[in-house]
């Protein structure tokens, strides 16, 4: 579980950004601030492993704040100039997200978050390769969306795909389904068109009895 501090300024938009972030499977929101001082404090006694900053707070600037969390940041603010990307940037946000934004484009960046993390935690010293792969994580999932087939939703293509991303294992589409919330005909569907698509690759499980089921995995290419 990944426990993310919400820091903003408005009480109401803190709850919205809480309530995207708490929806997210793997995702728990840990507390809310409202005040530089107050995410300071609450970031020094509950240790989130990720916060939501906001620049326009009312005791400090976010962007001051920034480079004393020890946390990974990704920015949530109407702050568009690009002295404050560049500067929220330059201090180590992971991402920075004008406001307002929706849901899907958050869950897109804790989706791509989580990727990372999950890439880096190894014990073992990294390869090239494998930093690369984490950073490729962090950032090409926004640059290299998959494309909803005709006749389906890009909402539901996309949860399929984050789904078989995620996998580190083959998954049959009764388990896509479970971990999706849509039906199993429907994850077929889904899983048919990415695989025809050339994203999904498909195997088939043999069992002691029965019919082969068949098994999705997302295409590394």
Same mark, same amino acid.
């Not at 704040?65 to 920015?75: N, Q, R, T």
């Not at 962090?138 to 005709?150: E, F, G, V």
């Given at each position: 579980m990944i426990d993310v501090l919400v820091v903003d300024d408005d009480f109401r938009v803190a709850q919205v950004h809480a309530g995207f972030v708490a929806a997210l499977r793997g995702f728990a929101v840990t507390g809310l601030a409202h005040s530089a001082a107050q995410a300071r404090s609450m970031a020094a006694e509950l240790r989130p492993a990720l916060v939501l900053l906001?620049?326009?707070?009312?005791?400090? /600037? $976010?962007? =001051?704040? *920034?480079?004393?969390?020890?946390? @990974?940041?990704?920015?949530?603010?109407?702050? #568009?100039?690009?002295? +404050?990307?560049?500067?929220?940037?330059?201090?180590?946000?992971?991402?920075?997200?004008?406001?307002?934004?929706?849901?899907?484009?958050?869950?897109?960046?804790?989706?791509?978050?989580?990727?990372?993390?999950?890439?880096? /935690? $190894?014990? =073992?010293? *990294?390869?090239?390769?494998?930093? @690369?792969?984490?950073?490729?994580?962090?950032? #090409?999932?926004?640059? +290299?969306?998959?494309?909803?087939?005709?006749?389906?939703?890009?909402?539901?293509?996309?949860?399929?795909?984050?789904?078989?991303?995620?996998?580190?294992?083959?998954?049959?589409?009764?388990?896509?389904?479970?971990?999706?919330?849509?039906?199993r005909a429907t994850a077929q569907r889904y899983l048919a068109a990415l695989a025809e698509a050339g994203r999904v690759v498909v195997t088939l499980r043999y069992g002691a009895t029965g019919r082969p089921e068949h098994q999705y995995a997302w295409s590394p290419r």
């Open positions: 906001d620049v326009y707070l009312p005791d400090a /600037s $976010g962007l =001051s704040l *920034l480079p004393e969390l020890d946390a @990974d940041v990704i920015m949530a603010t109407a702050a #568009a100039d690009p002295r +404050a990307v560049r500067e929220a940037l330059r201090h180590g946000a992971l991402h920075y997200l004008i406001k307002p934004f929706t849901a899907a484009a958050l869950n897109e960046r804790l989706t791509a978050y989580a990727r990372y993390r999950e890439a880096l /935690s $190894g014990g =073992s010293e *990294l390869s090239q390769a494998a930093l @690369d792969g984490a950073v490729r994580a962090l950032y #090409a999932p926004l640059h +290299a969306r998959t494309p909803a087939p005709k006749g389906q939703s890009p909402v539901t293509t996309r949860l399929v795909s984050d789904a078989l991303r995620r996998a580190d294992a083959p998954r049959s589409a009764a388990e896509i389904a479970d971990e999706v919330g849509i039906s």
